[in-house]
DNA sequence: AGAGTTTTTGCAAGCGCTTGCGAACTTTCC
DNA sequence: GGAAAGTTCGCAAGCGCTTGCAAAAACTCT
């Protein structure tokens, strides 16, 4: 059950120095003295101890993933990404739930991942400088993923311009007044400029783009979730001229706005456009329209720069494009078809 | 930065032992001297390396949390819950995939948690006695979610009676020809015996309850996603007899099945009946009426079995009942209503 | 064949913490 | 006030691995 270096050197007939050596390929230990360790640490059924060689080394091969939610797609998505290609390159990955401000405090106020992990992806999360330099000085590299850090890699989307894209396509459309659905800024970061944002901006610059004046009554915000987006959905339906169609910075909150409006007897997309963001693996089903931006490949571009980062490479950032997907949950606004009164010729959804 | 606990004790006038004992609040030490180190602790910025204690008491104050998928809202869930649970009693979590068999395979063949973590919570896959036996030969405590095993804490559904229950409800809506569509066996499990069979056994008894006979037609199984549920309806759809309602062992089965039901000019529940399994959190969007059970529940209570385990109390297998969640997705088959073109006075959804 | 090289191997000193055991110090009690 | 009993603390020996350095072995070359 315990069995240890010595053990296998005893029954390869050498030194605990050559068997360290040669389970883990460092040179200079003959290509025989190697084999006969290495079918002897296997018939011992060895393992190397990771606190001992952790002491020994410094290095954990352990890296952490931070996320403020786990319950979401989106990160069970990136972290399943990012979990395969740290496995693959041998790492193990811990953990960690920000969900609140003081977890969030308590994580970086505290040496927590010292002598835990060589280093940490963070995501949808924007990291302040102190909290940056927390990790630093515990030794960590870093990598974001939907945020940004002055010399540190990071790979997020272009949300601006995706914002920008997606209320363009529904002035395309024809609709005069589209309003934007955000996130509230609290809930994920407590420091400001966090990306969805950013989406906001793309929102203004389309409607600067097309002459329209903005109106604070159509930029809504509230926590990214169904019951937020229907919140949200359902603080526009009191607007004094309601809009037409909306661009959403999620698709969950995009399913809340469609069940609002399907309960207010709005039928989509005849009504009312929505036009969601992430590409939600349940956007088919509902028939969402949306800005899809491969949410696997980030999570996976992120776990790189981690590595590189950790051996040594240039950090680089990473900003990708979205592209818009189009389901039926958009349609031309009905003052625009020629039968005011038949749906569309897509399928009636909700 | 690289603070130890030699620098504490010097600080605080004290030696490394004494620190160790003040710090881990081992008795022994007079609560002035505590206080001391404490502060002089807090004030370098101290935090043990967690390798050397590690190495010195064997206990790594880690555990594993496996999951088949990660990606999927009902292991976000679970995993959250745990996590909290786990966080809250000191342990950090090491998170492992096991998506495909191959995978499932090195990580069981290899003592991959021997000295990583000191317990391991296993979800929705029933590990084999060879297994079990590795995890007990690496020294892991156990605990199951969504499995059982013998002597070994485990919290699941009562899937026999949910899914009686579930089907009940359709036979009482006064439906005669109900399908079951369920999660292929192989996805979870290698080694058969995954739960999700027994949701079929409630089908099953709810069947002969009623008197009805079972038909291999009605009794479809596909992968656990939207894809695999809308494949599984469109064999339903090619049926002799075509079925009035079923029964979805999961409900982004589910949704892929009012998916297909939707593009087949079906409406449901004028003309289809749909009942979906877990009460994730976009039923209420499409309206799915379901099963609920409690999903963060369960990872909770799966985590304290690992505590109990590890702080070697007894092993407790939970199973705890569904509830039947009633939304728009289900109603009296076409034939019993009064009016048979109208829709029943529930919202055309879908 | 023997000196000079290069390769392979072993010794032993850590890595930073925990803990059994005995020494030193306090408190208690007669 | 002194011995007994109880506390508090420090010493030093690990925990199981890695690695610089020197010794041994295996080659090279003249």
Redesign the pocket.
Known sequence: M????????ERA????????????S?????????KRVQEAAEELG????????R?????TMTVAIVVPVLAKWFFGKTIGAATQELRDAGYDVLLYELATPEQRERFFGSPRLH?RSDGVIIMALQPGKKELESLASQGQAVALLGAEGPGIGSVSVDNVGAGRDAVRHLLNLGHERVAFIGIRDEENSNLGGVPPRQRLIGYREALVEAGLAREDILEQFDENSVAGGAAAMSRLLVAARAPTAAFVASDEMAFGALMVLRRAGLEVPRDFSVLGFDNHELCEVVGLTTMDHDVAGQGQEAARFLLDAMNGGQPKALSRPARLVVRESTAPPRSLRKNSTAPPDLPATF
């Open positions: 315990v069995i240890s270096v010595e053990s296998v050197a007939g050498v030194s605990v120095s050559t068997v360290s050596r040669a389970l883990r460092v040179p200079g230990v003959s290509s025989k003295t190697r060895y393992s190397a101890s990771p606190a001992a060689s002491l020994a080394t410094g290095r002598g």
